[in-house]
């Protein structure tokens, strides 16, 4: 039963806290029953997030993550829980459990991480806007930028206008943050990646109700959604979508609508999950393009049909559009919609199982001009549009391109 949830970075996609929960208690059943034995302290490692768990006495502590762990950090986690048990939750019944609100609750814990953990670095040109409180967790009223946060002033703005030094603002911004007391608009950098959901069929509808209450609080979205809902492709960047308009709308209007759509839910920001399906989903289709012009098109779709006849996760196969003389990868598929990180990474794992047996059912005679060309255009485009984080993994195509190149 999830008692407390909070997050360190505006710009990440939550997790559904009881999802975690029952994931993790599903684990340490299973690691119980079979090295029975019990760890205090263990990780999963899912490539794109690291879930670190710290078991205490009547809680286990889950820790979501980017990147390698940092030991430095431990000691501090495991203070944090201690505190959490021994005094926020001691003297709590079952009800009270059951009816917290694990978002908001306990603020003064909340304060005390931001304090003990590093807080992503708030960005200047964020816009902090206040969230309706129920009472919970009030704000004091001694806020010194409380006054200055309007939703359309940035946080550079907000400095710059109240006189405070940049490094006061971003602390207290920072505090209200914590309390769950503020949220941000432009958020999205230019290379942010996004997608379309379902919600967005419902404004380019013109008898919907949610259209209609869109028309009525935002009409200037409403102008520019028929442009824009086609390049959210699950393959373009931010900057990619500005650059496309750039000749007939100013880069301000663009944002303003895409933070529109973020906020309704209509588009999301690719989670480190979807950003590493997307690059080993460009991976595999630059292998075939390439494989068109080494071998010929109908080789390529050949060896395609090989390699699709051993998949057996209809996730995979399910976004190809094939026919006897053409294909394409469906990017913005919505069958990756509401899939759980764990979904999303075993996905990961059958398209690299696509790609390699895509690799190994090529005929010899040409496969090291083939693997030439290949890691030309892996070089020039593929590892210049990701980041080391969303590379991580990827490594073991190139084992798999060695293996089949090896005695030729």
């Known amino acids: 039963m999830p008692l407390f949830f909070m997050k360190l970075d505006p710009k990440a996609q939550d997790l559904d806290p009881m999802l ?30 690291l879930f670190t768990v710290i078991s205490g006495e009547v809680t286990d502590f889950v820790i979501v993550s980017l990147g390698e762990w940092d030991d430095d950090v431990t000691p501090i986690l495991k203070s944090l829980l201690e505190e959490f048990e021994g005094i926020w939750i001691k003297d709590l019944s079952r009800k009270e459990k059951d009816a917290l609100k694990i978002d908001v609750e306990f603020p003064d814990f909340r304060e005390g991480i931001v304090q003990n953990l590093s807080f992503r670095k708030l960005s200047g040109s964020w816009v902090p806007f206040l969230v309706e409180s129920d009472g919970k967790g009030k704000i004091k009223s001694d806020s010194v930028v409380l006054s200055y946060i309007n939703g359309l002033s940035t946080v550079d703005d907000i400095s710059m206008n109240s006189g405070l030094g940049a490094d006061e603002v971003v602390a207290e911004i920072t505090r209200l943050w914590a309390l769950g007391k503020v949220r941000f608009g432009s958020i999205l950098s230019r290379a942010d990646i996004l997608a379309s959901t379902s919600k967005i069929d419902r404004l380019l509808q013109l008898s919907s109700p949610q259209r209609a209450e869109l028309s009525r609080r935002n009409p200037e979205v409403i102008a520019l959604l028929p442009r824009l809902s086609m390049m959210f492709d699950g393959r373009r960047s931010v900057g990619a979508i500005i650059d496309g308009l750039a000749k007939e709308y100013k880069e301000n ?26 690059l080993v989903q460009e991976a595999l289709e630059l292998a075939i393009r390439v494989a068109e012009r080494i071998y010929t098109p109908v080789a390529a779709r050949q060896f395609l049909n090989i390699a699709m006849n051993k998949v057996p996760a209809t996730e995979v196969a399910g976004v190809f559009r094939m026919t006897d003389t053409s294909w394409s990868i469906d990017y913005n598929s919505r069958l990756y919609e509401h899939l759980d990180p764990r979904r999303l990474m075993n996905l990961y794992a059958e398209w690299m199982k696509l790609l390699a047996q895509y690799i190994g059912a090529l005929d010899k005679n040409r496969i090291l001009k083939f693997a030439e060309a290949l890691t030309e255009i892996y070089r020039s485009y593929l590892f210049e549009r990701y980041t080391s ?20």
Do not use: H
Not at 27 to 47: L, N, T
Not at 254 to 278: F, W
């Open 20 to 49: 975690v929960s029952g994931f993790f208690t599903a684990i340490q059943s299973f690691s119980k029953e079979v090295i029975e034995r019990d760890s205090s302290m263990f990780q999963v490692d899912y490539g794109a997030r």
């Open 253 to 278: 209007q663009v944002m303003e609508v895409i933070d529109t759509l973020l906020e309704t839910g209509a588009i999301v920001a690719l989670s480190p999950e979807k950003r590493r399906l997307l």
């Open 389 to 408: 984080s969303d590379l991580r993994g990827f490594e073991e195509f190139t084992f798999w391109l060695e293996m089949n190149c090896l005695g030729v």
